[in-house]
Every structure is written in structure tokens, then in C-alpha cells.
């Protein structure tokens, strides 16, 4: 069988806009020709990709399995064209850099001001995404520099180890705010807002609980430390956050206090060791790692 890219761009397209319409406009060309791309790619392959519910095109399961295989391969080729663009253009610098949710939402845009602020002419690239993912981008070459937690799943990546101590965030109304250091035993029945129970930071508060002889009752689970965030500020419960998420939110209806015992989030810069940096990385990184320092806390 011989896919070709078109068909699997059209296809990508349609799921990123959810209608034909939308794709055609993506990608330049009419809408009957990427009806035609999607059915030579269904007829190929065999596979029913979309169904119409309601008049709405909805995936199958076989097109979500699909999507997620060429994801990577239609967003690298999407990058190289860009690279292309920057070349011809002869950008000053290109800063290709991805980091998991928590840092983008302050702490990864204040380093890239700061660091573009005297290269008025640079290309920013900049992704957030689960860290599994900003591996694979940046083991692949679609960044240079990734922050992400761990574990680590390739051998092929250069590391910098980061372990930051997280914090409570309670409401501020909570009687707890009255302690500056909050325990398994102060926070008896108190509803805790968590990671998924996979996540690091659930599972070594459960063991801190579990220590300590105190029951734990987690009441929500999400899987963005920005959406526990939004929990303990409606008043839910208390959630265990990293420190990036915690200070770049200035809602005044949380405070964060200490945690004992500490429970620290193993995170990691990486690059690839199979590719030399651009000297725009090189000096990013540098950069980059200066302001983590504060952060910074023994393994």
C-alpha cells in the first residue's frame, strides 16, 4: 500500500477543523478535492474514517489510532516548510522551545520576553504539551529545547535534572490559611483535588497520608495542574501544585502554604544529544537554566 502525504494532510486537516470546510480553507484547494484526498485515502486503506451524525463529520476509532500516528509527520513537515520560510527570509534566530502546561502559562513566556527582548528579529516557536509528547518532539528535532517531567523514555536526549518542591494552594477562606505548614494531620477529612492517581504528585501524597495514619480523600481528579487550580479557587478542596502554576496566577481567592513533608516533582530540561543546538538554543538554554536555579531544590 502507497499513502500518499496529500491524502494524510487532508485527512489531518479535516479532524483539526472538524469540517471539510475548514480544511479546504487550511490547506488552499477546493472542498470536493479534499472530499476526493479523504476517499482514495478510505478506499486505500479500507478503513471507514468519518461517519455524518447530526450532520456533523464525527471520527471512527480507526481515524483517531490513525491521526495519532501522522500527527508528528504532518506538524514536521508544517515545521520544515516554516524552517524553509525563515531561511528565505533570513530570520536573525530561530527559538524552537516546547514545555509541559504548568510553565506556559507565565514562567516560559516571561524567559522567552526576556531573552527576545534584544532580538527584535527572532522566530519564536513555542508549544505546551503533556511531557510524553515534548520527548518525542524534541527526540525527533521538531524542538530544540523541551522542559517536561519524568520519567524519561529515550536514551537519545541530553539532561538537565530539575526537581522543584510543591506547594497547598487552599482558598483563602479556608480555615487552614491560618497555618504556614500544613500536615497530613491538620488536613484530617479535607477534600484534596488531584493529578490523575498515575501522577508523581498523587502518589507520593498518598504515601505521605498513608504514613502518617491519615486517611486521604481525593474528591476531584483532573490532569492539569492549572485546572486543580481553578477547583481550589471555587472552594472544593486544597490540591498540591508546583511552583510555576502557583505564581503566575494572581487570583486572590488562594494562598499557597508548605507541605510537610516535602514533596518534590522530578522534571527535566532536555535536548537532543544526537543533534548539535543552534547557537540561539545554546544561548536560550543558558538562560533558561539561570532562571530555574531559584527552583532548584537536592534531589
Known sequence: MRLRFR?????????ESGTVTGAAEALGISQPGISNLLAQLER??????????????????????????????????????????????????????ASQHSMSFGFIPAVIAKFAKDRPD?????????????QEWVTSGLFEIGICERPLLYDTLTVYPLHVQTRLAIHRDDPLAQYDVLTPELLGDTPIIAMGPDHMTHRRLREA?????????????????????????????????????????FDPRFVSRAFEPAINMDMAVITSATRPLSQTAKDFLTLLLKELEPYQTPS
Open 209 to 249: 497520608f498513608a504514613d502518617a495514619g491519615i486517611p486521604m480523600r481525593t474528591r476531584v481528579h483532573s490532569h492539569l495542574f492549572k485546572n486543580l487550580l481553578s477547583f481550589v479557587k471555587e472552594g472544593m478542596g486544597v490540591s498540591l501544585l508546583d511552583p510555576f502554576v502557583l505564581e503566575h496566577d
Open 44 to 97: 486505500q486503506t479500507g478503513l471507514p474514517l468519518f461517519e455524518r451524525v447530526h450532520g456533523r463529520l464525527v471520527q471512527t476509532p480507526e481515524a483517531a489510532m490513525l491521526f495519532r500516528e501522522i500527527d508528528t509527520v504532518v506538524r514536521g513537515l508544517d515545521h520544515v516548510t516554516q524552517t524553509v520560510v525563515d531561511l528565505q527570509n533570513k530570520q536573525a534566530g530561530q527559538l524552537q522551545v
Open 122 to 134: 527572532m522566530n519564536i516557536s513555542f508549544q505546551s504539551q503533556y511531557s510524553t509528547k515534548i
Open 7 to 15: 491524502q494524510l494532510q487532508a485527512f489531518h486537516a479535516i479532524v
